[in-house]
């Protein structure tokens, strides 16, 4: 059966009845929000009525705790709420015989020296990580995590992006491997021509021979002289790629794939301008769509890691 009609299945049976129960939660939480709004408004207008401060005082005690409270219960379920989603996704891509021991740390997280190791990008003065989840794509053990990387602008006071999305980083296991590669999306060249330098400054250059048409017409690919490109840059890596950008394409998705190949690490990285599965307290968060969005992120990075496997 399609993978898809599968995770509909799963998702129907396990996830949908966990957001439900999430779902009742969160109104609960909006009625007590209003309660508390009620007591606010209500202890008010006895302060203006009476005018006395120790019978405010008094009244506004009881209330303070009661706001307290459900502070309290909104951090639960902010807390509570991602692990649960996340831990029964991955369950499920757990069950295919190519992914073993995947594990969700909503604190973890992939260290900013392993992204710069990426030579994808070349700043990150602001360096926000979360949601690690680590595991093995077949012989190949990887970390995930998603990343808010921003830099200090040199021309105006401000932080400017430099990426946001979900960051891959595995160990290739290839004692052969000596040299570098990296691949760019042609569009976003002018804003990652430091990269480009930075690469050059490491023998890299542009390669244009043994690439498909298609794949050279939307990707830049550069290597060191070391590397055999038709053997790592593969035409069926290079297919995978194209068909995981059409994927994007098809639904009209702005999302932007690279990969780096840094001796035997293999890092990859997919834009993305928003952070799934986050919880809102004034949104209805049963939502098989986002879910969807979510789980099929996740897989399609791990099947270009199981592309990447295949080459060892």
């Not at 960051?167 to 052969?176: E, I, L, N, P, S």
């Amino acid at each position: 059966m399609h993978p898809y009609h599968d995770f509909r299945v799963f998702y129907n049976q396990n996830i949908f009845p966990e957001l439900v129960n999430l779902e009742r939660r969160r109104r609960r939480l909006i009625r007590l929000l209003g309660g508390s709004i009620a007591l606010l408004v209500g202890v008010g207008a006895v302060q203006l009525y009476l005018s006395i401060f120790v019978v405010t005082l008094l009244l506004f005690l009881p209330v303070g705790v009661w706001i307290s409270y459900w502070a309290y219960q909104v951090q639960v379920y902010y807390l509570e709420f991602k692990p649960r989603i996340v831990g029964l996704v991955l369950d499920f891509i757990d069950n295919d015989i190519n992914y073993r021991e995947l594990r969700y740390q909503a604190k973890g997280a992939i260290p900013k020296e392993k992204f710069l190791a990426s030579k994808i990008f070349t700043r990150a003065d602001v360096y926000h990580a979360e949601d690690l989840i680590t595991g093995w794509v077949r012989e190949l053990p990887f970390e995930m995590c998603e990343l808010d990387v921003r830099e200090i602008s040199p021309v105006r006071s401000r932080l400017e992006p430099v990426f946001r999305g979900v960051f891959v980083c595995a160990d290739f296991y290839r004692a052969d491997m000596l040299g570098s590669v990296l691949i760019l999306p042609d569009a976003y060249r002018k804003y990652l021509s430091r990269s480009e330098r930075a690469f050059h400054r490491m023998g890299g250059r542009r390669v244009k021979k043994q690439l498909l048409d298609e794949f050279e017409a939307v990707f830049d690919t550069y290597a060191t002289p070391q590397v055999r490109v038709a053997d790592i840059i593969s035409t069926d890596l290079q297919r995978a790629l194209l068909r995981f950008r059409a994927r994007f394409l098809e639904v009209n998705q702005h999302k932007d794939i690279y990969l780096s190949i840094i001796e035997d690490n293999v890092y990859l990285a997919l834009s993305h301008p928003k952070n799934l599965l986050e919880p809102s307290l004034f949104r209805n968060t049963v939502s098989f769509e986002v879910v969807q969005e979510f789980y099929e992120d996740i897989r399609l990075l791990l099947e270009i890691l199981s592309e990447l496997d295949v080459l060892n």
